[in-house]
């Protein structure tokens, strides 16, 4: 299977301070279409995951700007330009290149 | 707007068998989307337990519930299933069914049902 480590793991940022997340998985993550199939996810605490990010960098209908991807192969970043409030939660990076799709541990993120 | 709703979680004993199903509406379930069964447990993080492609040809289980769950759709009702036999501790979780679109990823997630394991 493929193993997605995230880091770090916990994160405490004041608002409007940028944060940033590493995900980096074990194998390389371009499927054979050429697509590199990798996803953000932020889950808030008694709510379902939500999905901000598809194929490394494609924001999500409805995703604030201040949430971009990048990355490729094996090393992807998540990033908040400015942290507000409401980013409190849970982040996790997830491939669905190779089955079975994996997550990373997940990053707790919260405010100063 | 597309909702996934979830239902038949509950209590079971070791070894029994349960039945999830997973109501979708607000999308045309039988266009073509595949969909997914992922649980979350504590201490064990997200996990990708089975997925169906659209019309039902083909599944995909974890090594994990490989000969024990079977997930199925049908798409004359707008539900997906996941029928889970042999039930361990391990399997304990919340399990959420969920949309894959695009390809690759999972865009919209039920609100998750949970399944305890327990004598």
């Known amino acids: 299977d493929v193993v997605m480590t995230q880091s770090p793991l916990s994160l405490t940022v004041t608002l409007g301070q940028p944060a940033s997340i590493s995900c980096r998985s074990s194998?390389?993550?371009?499927?054979?279409?050429?697509?590199?199939?990798l996803n953000w996810f932020h889950q808030r605490p008694g709510q379902s995951p939500r999905r901000l990010i598809y194929?490394?960098?494609e924001r999500d209908s409805g995703v604030p700007d201040r949430f971009s991807g990048s990355g490729s192969a094996t090393d992807f970043t998540l990033k908040i330009s400015r942290v507000e409030a409401e980013d409190v939660g849970l982040y996790f990076c997830?491939?669905?290149?190779?089955?079975?799709?994996?997550f990373g541990q997940g990053t707790k993120v919260e405010i100063k | 707007e597309v909702q996934l709703v979830e239902s038949g979680g509950g209590l079971v004993q070791p070894g029994g068998s349960l039945r999830l199903s997973c109501a979708a509406s607000g999308f045309s379930f039988s266009s073509g989307h595949p969909m997914h069964w992922v649980r979350q447990a504590p201490g064990r993080g997200l996990e990708s337990v089975a997925a169906i492609s659209g019309d039902g040809s083909a599944t995909y289980y974890a090594d994990s519930v490989k000969g024990r769950f079977i997930i199925s759709r049908d798409n004359s009702k707008n539900t997906l299933y996941l029928q889970m036999g042999s039930l361990r501790t391990e399997d304990m979780g919340l399990y959420y069914c969920?949309?894959?679109?695009?390809?690759?990823?999972?865009?919209?997630w039920g609100q998750g049902n949970r399944v305890t394991v327990s004598s």
């Open positions: 997830m491939q669905g290149t190779q089955w079975p799709w994996t």
């Open positions: 969920a949309r894959e679109s695009p390809p690759g990823g999972t865009d919209y």
């Open positions: 194929k490394v960098s």
């Open positions: 194998h390389r993550l371009v499927f054979s279409d050429g697509n590199t199939y």
